[in-house]
């Protein structure tokens, strides 16, 4: 592992000014040469990567751009998760090359997990070769070296790092105004035989606890509410760390330590059941500003193929686990990750998962068909699902998660519940959006708009679900749905 040292970002510091006084010394007026535009696939620790890159270009003066046909400066990070994730990019790249030739100024970069495949960054080089710039997940604090070496040298450069890099001290601009997103560890050393992340993301890294604390203090003071705390595996946190008994170097202590600084409310994933400890879950039950949920993915009900999959529990286990959880914390929701159609699943398999799921009752799930990574050990076992033979499971598993969403939903109905305000729904702007501390969604209406200060109200009697991003509302929850709940606003609490 290479620890990104102080010397390291004052080395990048030194292209960052050189680009900043460049660019300002192009721009008289207030157009800034450079406008960037970042799409972001994937888990929101590539989101928060791209944040992180955002933070970056803000130092060196560039500004967002308002439309992606604006941007002369276009970031793609890429996800490649499924197979889908990596088809995106390839039909992006497809438009972009219109783009580019309409404006041969026009920079593009390509980072993210697919880029830790050589193949794909091969494809890249042999037909898209209008790309500017290819960097790894490992390479985010090398932007301004890597920028100035394309803006200023050559037109072209491949950089994609071997090494496992933790960096310490990068700006970072957010996304979000309602929810800091704190990554507290890099990597996965899980190896489940179907995912493709321990090859894209190296091996498992903790950040200092000092250093995760003290982000989400400042998160706090830059009046956030919520912070979610991000790791492909959170339950491992400090593993690799000095364990000392005066510094929260697991997670379970982690995670109380950043309850004791007061924030409002606190998120965490994804927690992989083989890591649960029973002071994680007294922690959970313990602090009321830790989220009442629980991302606990099963992917497979059945103890064969959870063991094909390399899970290292047993259902029976992760039963075990939903009961002691649910029991030390009521009210707790328990959301989970499911695929079918892994290499060798039988009827009676997946049959198990259904059981599984009638068991425990998720409140909600995400749902994957099988999609084969090259280079991950399922990719070279016997049996694979026809596609027919997924879609039917698939669309059976869809049908019972759905049933028990709703009900789930159906069981809050008449209560009155604290709602973060995530802004306006996307279908109707006087009605907005947020989540409660079990992470159920809300839609809501304000009754009258007279319950809004002033500059929470825009001129056509709407209410400015922008400017309501990130407070508190308390909602009567009135009818649900499968993957929301609609309700009315009672107040604005802040
Ligand atoms: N680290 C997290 C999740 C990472 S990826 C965890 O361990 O749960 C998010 C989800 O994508 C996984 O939980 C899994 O359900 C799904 N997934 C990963 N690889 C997949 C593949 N090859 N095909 C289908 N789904 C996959
Ligand atoms: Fe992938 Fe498993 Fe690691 Fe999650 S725990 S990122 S599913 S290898
Ligand atoms: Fe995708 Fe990489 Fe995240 S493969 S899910 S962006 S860690």
């Known amino acids: 592992m290479q620890i990104i040292d102080r010397l390291e970002i004052e080395r990048q510091n030194?292209?960052?000014?050189?680009?900043r006084l460049d660019h300002r010394s192009q721009n008289a007026g207030d157009n800034p040469v450079i406008r960037y535009s970042i799409r972001t696939y994937g888990c929101q620790l590539n989101e928060n990567d791209s944040e992180k890159l955002a933070g970056q270009l803000h130092q060196m003066g560039f500004l967002p751009a308002e439309t992606l046909s604006d941007a002369n400066l276009i970031i793609l990070n890429t996800c490649s998760v499924r197979e889908n994730a990596d088809n995106r990019l390839f039909g992006n790249l497809g438009r972009l090359k219109q783009q580019k030739k309409?404006?041969?100024?026009?920079?593009?970069?390509?980072?993210g997990c697919m880029m830790k495949q050589?193949?794909?960054?091969?494809?890249?080089?042999?037909?898209?070769?209008?790309?500017?710039?290819?960097?790894?997940?490992?390479?985010?604090?090398?932007l301004p070296e890597m920028l100035y070496t394309c803006l200023y040298h050559q037109k072209k450069l491949y950089?994609?790092?071997?090494?496992?890099?933790?960096?310490?001290?990068?700006?970072?601009?957010?996304?979000r105004k309602f929810r800091a997103l704190v990554s507290i560890m890099y990597g996965c050393n899980n190896y489940c035989t179907y995912c493709i992340v321990p090859y894209t993301r190296g091996r498992e890294r903790s950040r200092q606890p000092e250093e995760v604390l003290a982000e989400v203090r400042a998160a706090v003071a830059?009046?956030?509410?919520?912070?979610?705390l991000l790791g492909q595996n959170v339950n491992s946190y400090g593993k690799d760390l000095e364990n000392r008994s005066d510094r929260p170097a697991?997670?379970?202590?982690?995670?109380?330590?950043?309850?004791?600084t007061g924030i409002y409310r606190i998120r965490f994933m994804t927690s992989h059941p083989k890591d649960i400890s029973n002071r994680l879950l007294e922690t959970i039950a313990r602090y009321k500003n830790i989220e009442s949920h629980l991302h606990l993915p099963i992917q497979s009900g059945s103890n064969r193929i959870l063991e094909r999959m390399n899970r290292h529990y047993s259902r029976e286990q992760f039963i075990d686990i939903v009961q002691r959880a649910r029991a030390l914390r009521p009210g707790l929701t328990i959301s989970t990750d499911i695929i079918v159609g892994f290499p060798g699943e039988q009827e009676d398999d997946f049959a198990q998962t259904l059981d599984l799921m009638n068991i425990v009752r998720f409140d909600s799930a995400f749902t994957f068909q099988y999609s084969q990574r090259s280079g991950t050990p399922a990719a070279k076992m016997p049996g694979r699902i026809p596609e027919a033979v997924m879609s039917e499971r698939f669309r059976r598993l869809l049908e019972l998660q759905n049933r028990?969403?709703?009900?789930?939903?159906?069981?809050?109905?008449?209560r009155k519940v604290e709602v973060l305000i995530?802004?306006?729904?996307?279908?109707?702007?006087?009605?907005?959006?947020?989540?409660?501390?079990?992470?159920k969604l809300i839609n809501f209406r304000i009754p009258d708009l007279n319950m809004l200060p002033e500059p929470y109200r825009l001129n056509n009697d709407q209410p400015n679900g922008r400017a309501l991003e990130g407070h508190l509302a308390k909602v009567h929850l009135c009818r649900a749905k499968t993957f929301s709940i609609e309700g009315e606003m009672e107040m604005l609490l802040l």
Do not use: W
Not at 124 to 134: A, D, G, M, T
């Open 404 to 414: 028990h969403s709703l009900e789930s939903n159906q069981a809050m109905i008449g």
């Open 250 to 260: 697991d997670f379970a202590r982690l995670l109380a330590a950043v309850a004791e």
């Open 118 to 142: 050589s193949a794909h960054v091969e494809r890249i080089k042999h037909s898209y070769p209008f790309v500017n710039l290819v960097f790894g997940p490992q390479d985010i604090h090398k």
């Open 102 to 111: 309409d404006n041969p100024d026009l920079l593009i970069a390509i980072c």
């Open 14 to 19: 030194h292209f960052v000014e050189q680009i």
């Open 159 to 175: 950089s994609v790092g071997d090494q496992d890099t933790l960096a310490e001290g990068l700006p970072i601009l957010r996304s």
């Open 422 to 439: 995530e802004g306006p729904s996307q279908t109707d702007a006087a009605i907005l959006s947020g989540r409660t501390a079990c992470n």
């Open 222 to 228: 830059d009046g956030y509410q919520e912070v979610m």
